[in-house]
Nanobody
Framework: QVQLVESGGGLVQPGGSLRLSCAAS????????MGWYRQAPGKRRELVAT???????NYADAVKGRFTISRDNTKNTVYLQMNSLKPEDTAVYYC?????????WGQGTQITVSS
């Protein structure tokens, strides 16, 4: 069993930055691909970024060049550094371990980008 707890959400002005953290507990966490997804009101959940156990990353086109995903396996934590935030980044952000279909999910953290 894997448990994921996100933190770092909140309200930020356009152009600002935030860093999300996802603390994971459970066995064999280092082998899981980790990811961040988001869901805006009235929209489907979508991939933001993923990182493999070896550190290979993948980003949605909408966030490329602005967001950076990283992981610290010694701390069982994955991060999402978000820069140059836009109002359209407003959503609930979810941490994921093991993939969107069969993986584990955190409870989500709200990010609101507004002036």
């Amino acid at each position: 069993q894997v448990q994921l707890v996100e933190s770092g959400g909140g309200l930020v002005q356009p152009g600002g930055s935030l860093r999300l953290s996802c603390a994971a507990s459970g066995s064999m966490l280092s082998i899981y691909a980790m990811g961040w997804y988001r869901q805006a009101p009235g929209k489907r959940r979508e991939l933001v970024a993923t990182i493999t156990s070896g550190g290979a990353t993948n980003y949605a086109d909408a966030v490329k060049g602005r967001f950076t995903i990283s992981r610290d396996n010694t701390k069982n934590t994955v991060y999402l550094q978000m820069n140059s935030l836009k109002p359209e980044d407003t959503a609930v952000y979810y941490c994921n371990a093991g993939g969107a279909v069969f993986g584990y999910w955190g409870q989500g953290t709200q990010i609101t980008v507004s002036s």
